[in-house]
């Protein structure tokens, strides 16, 4: 699988969009960049999957350049219940094991008043 | 989606001893997994639960520290064996489906063991 690089931690105000980066430099033609959330003393939380074409659902927006070699989540208007572990993962779609996930470090967002 | 019931939610137990932790899920599932998060570190894969066969251990782990069971398409065992300090953490069960279009992974909220 692909390394990521995230940033160690981030600050939003609560009410502004957060916006998270995640390098992917590596990225191979046939994986996809999923995004997860861990907040405290909870199992991770899907968030968001794209190929190469920007995604939204109604929890995010998941903005991938044109080379994929990068990647922002957005969250539009960050509320105190987003505070929480960000993590940016790459995986190949669809094969015997799309759901076995290789976590890194992850992004801490902390969203505040 | 899917909801994944894990047991117990938390215990605290004494080293040498043995702890089995269940993973319920309220549908068929193809894939399960078992991870492991470390006070303070990201999660860490022990192994893939296998219906009917041996699981598959990641490089690390290994069967007699981390026996795993799966009787079926809805339920899995981890059992931390002769426990240690060192093994304290947060152990998650998680599911996936295979040949579906959503290929997203499911979370338990995860069994807290701490080794005293």
């Known amino acids: 699988d692909a390394k990521t690089t995230q940033p160690t931690s981030m600050d939003c105000a609560e009410g502004r969009a957060a916006n998270l980066p995640c390098n992917h430099s590596t990225i191979s033609g046939n994986e996809y960049v999923y995004w997860y959330r861990q907040i405290h003393s909870q199992g991770p939380q899907y968030i968001i999957h794209g190929l190469k074409n920007n995604e939204t659902n109604e929890m995010a927006s998941l903005i991938i350049t044109e080379d994929r070699k990068s990647s922002t989540l957005i969250l539009p208007h960050a509320t105190l219940r987003d505070t929480a572990v960000y993590y940016c993962i790459v995986r190949p779609f669809n094969t015997g094991t799309a759901s076995k996930l290789t976590f890194g470090t992850g992004t801490r967002l902390q969203v505040t008043l | 989606s899917a909801v994944i019931s894990q047991k117990p939610s938390r215990d605290i137990c004494q080293r040498g001893t043995s702890l089995t932790i269940q993973c319920q899920v309220d549908?068929?599932?193809?894939?399960m997994f078992w991870y492991r998060q470390q006070p303070g570190q990201s999660l860490t894969l022990i192994a893939t639960a296998n219906q009917g066969s041996e699981a598959t251990y990641e490089s690390g782990f290994v069967i007699d520290k981390f026996p795993i069971s799966r009787p079926n398409l809805t339920f899995s065992t981890l059992t931390v064996s002769n426990m240690s300090p060192e093994d304290s953490s947060i152990y998650l069960c998680s599911v996936g489906q295979l040949g579906q279009k959503n290929t997203e992974a499911f979370f338990g909220q995860g069994t807290r063991l701490t080794v005293v």
């Open positions: 549908s068929q599932v193809t894939m």
